[in-house]
């Protein structure tokens, strides 16, 4: 399990080989955050043991607002720091966060059009400012997400960009709410459970680890988020043992 402390939503931008939508910028809560850069460099290396087959991850939670979003972005950042081709879609196309920072645009083209005919894949990529990280938007809420998620073209548009990325994180909607996450989960290599430390009870993450369970996709992990390691004595004596200049009060 990986515990993480509260952190700002981030804010949004891609450079490929290949024709794109165009560019958005893209700035993660972590920018300059040693322990959480250091946390999240822990969470990718965990993925990385977890196979060479593990490429396409959906990472759900309870309820909303439980910082899945944001986990997700940090992850595909730290996937791509450290070289790994990655690509992160936003497939919350009920209440998306990810679409709240980018520029709303109506001329914007997301998964729910390219899943709708609406679009082709080249207008619904997008480059970040940062090298090796691509992300797809949710594009225009539509009203059957259930149906766009677990159709053929869903499956296609996985499939072809598999065969271009290192991995593909794909940020969807809170399981303890809507089936989304079930759908995706059943065509991806692995799911991440996000949980709030102190706001989500057993039952609840009990109910959401059944339905993936249910949809045949292997649990990866849990990541803890919104706690606050700076209250732990290990932290402190960590710090203070190399220097980071953390003082204990008395």
């Known amino acids: 399990m990986i515990h993480l402390k509260p952190e700002s939503s ?4 891609i450079l490929n080989d290949y024709q794109s939508a165009g560019k958005v910028n893209f700035l993660t809560g972590s920018s300059g955050d040693y322990l959480s850069n250091e946390t999240y460099k822990t969470l990718r290396t965990n993925l990385f043991f977890c196979g060479a087959d593990v490429k396409t991850v959906v990472i759900t939670s309870c309820n909303e607002n439980e910082g899945k979003s944001t986990v997700s972005s940090e992850l595909s950042k730290s996937l791509a720091d450290a070289g790994k081709r990655t690509l992160m879609i936003d497939a919350d196309m009920r209440k998306s966060m990810l679409l709240r920072g980018a520029i709303r645009n109506n001329k914007m083209f997301g998964l729910s059009e390219y899943l709708t005919g609406q679009a082709e894949f080249s ?54 709410s809507v089936i989304d996450s079930a759908v995706i989960a ?5 799911a991440i459970m996000v949980l709030s430390a102190g706001k989500i009870h057993a039952s609840d993450a009990l109910d959401v680890k059944t339905q993936l369970t249910k949809s045949g996709c292997r649990i990866l992990g849990v990541v803890l988020n919104n706690t606050d390691p700076k209250n732990g004595k290990y932290y402190k004596k960590y710090c203070r043992s190399y220097g980071y200049g953390v003082k204990e009060k008395k």
Request: no cysteine; charged share 20%; net charge negative.
């Open 186 to 190: 059943s065509v991806a290599d692995g």
């Open 123 to 176: 207008q619904i990529l997008y480059n970040t400012q940062i090298p090796n990280f691509d992300i797809i938007f949710s594009g225009h809420f539509p009203p059957n997400p259930v149906e766009l998620l677990g159709s053929d073209r869903f499956k296609d548009l996985l499939a072809k960009t598999r065969g271009n990325y290192d991995y593909i994180i794909i940020d969807s909607p809170p399981l303890g």
């Open 10 to 13: 981030p804010e949004y931008s």
